[in-house]
Nanobody
Framework: VQLQASGGGLVQAGGSLRLSCVAT????????ISWFRQAPGKEREFVAA????????YYADSVKGRFAISRDNAKKSVYLQMNSLKPEDTAVYYC??????????????????WGQGTQVTVSS
């Protein structure tokens, strides 16, 4: 699986961005696709995930109600719609693919494939 993330940029606080993650080699039929982020000097953290087969979604508490993850089977793509952005959302965002069980879906080690990252900067 090869993943390509895009859609980052600079936005003011309160604004919106939509990130895209496209699979360039195969479909995600038995995978979960997640977004993680890493801010400078901080550890990587889980943001959101979607199970491809069931469309079940998972969110970090810090983004619930503001971010929405979705998938498009035909385009082999996963999207992260980010609304009401805050300066603390500033980070490099990575999409990842894997087959985690429910209890490990927020753990980066559960994912064997990663995109290259896209920078999101939210100004105050």
């Amino acid at each position: 699986v090869q993943l390509q993330a895009s859609g980052g940029g600079l936005v003011q606080a309160g604004g919106s961005l939509r990130l895209s993650c496209v699979a360039t080699t195969r479909a995600f039929s038995d995978y979960a696709i997640s977004w993680f982020r890493q801010a400078p000097g901080k550890e990587r953290e889980f943001v959101a995930a979607v199970r491809w087969s069931s469309s079940t979604t998972y969110y970090a508490d810090s983004v619930k109600g503001r971010f929405a993850i979705s998938r498009d089977n035909a385009k082999k793509s996963v999207y992260l719609q980010m609304n009401s952005l805050k300066p603390e959302d500033t980070a490099v965002y990575y999409c990842a693919a894997g087959r985690p069980i429910a209890s490990t879906i927020t753990g980066g080690r559960s994912y064997g494939y990663w995109g290259q990252g896209t920078q999101v900067t939210v100004s105050s």
